[in-house]
């Protein structure tokens, strides 16, 4: 993904909203950095739904800076118990 925009939200049926918002401080889209992430979350826009379309390890390291090593530590156990429970 080179740039999240309005039309990339709304084809992906984000709410209307968040649309607006983002289109108001992030008119011409935004690229998925660290940076842009967590300006998106100041705004009060949820970015835990652009995961799905995030490459896994820039999750993995926003997560790091974020939340700590602890969070990361405590989905890989959820979502190991997850798998077992498929088998």
Same mark, same amino acid.
């Given at each position: 993904?080179?740039?999240?925009?309005?039309?990339?939200?709304?084809?992906?049926?984000?709410?209307?909203?968040?649309?607006?918002?983002?289109?108001?401080?992030? *008119?011409?889209?935004?690229?998925?950095?660290?940076?842009? /992430?967590?300006k998106? +979350?100041? @705004?009060?826009l949820?970015?835990?739904?652009?995961?799905?379309?995030?490459?896994?390890?820039?999750?993995?390291?926003?997560?790091?800076?974020?939340?700590? *090593?602890?969070?990361?530590?405590?989905?890989?156990?959820? /979502?190991?118990?997850? +798998?077992? @429970?498929?088998e």
């Amino acid at each position: 993904m080179k740039k999240v925009t309005a039309k990339w939200l709304c084809e992906r049926d984000a709410c209307w909203e968040h649309i607006i918002l983002f289109s108001i401080f992030f *008119p011409f889209g935004a690229k998925p950095t660290l940076k842009n /992430i967590e300006k998106a +979350e100041k @705004l009060g826009l949820d970015t835990e739904w652009l995961a799905v379309s995030m490459p896994t390890q820039f999750w993995v390291d926003y997560r790091l800076k974020h939340d700590g *090593p602890l969070h990361l530590v405590r989905n890989n156990m959820i /979502i190991a118990w997850l +798998e077992q @429970l498929e088998e």
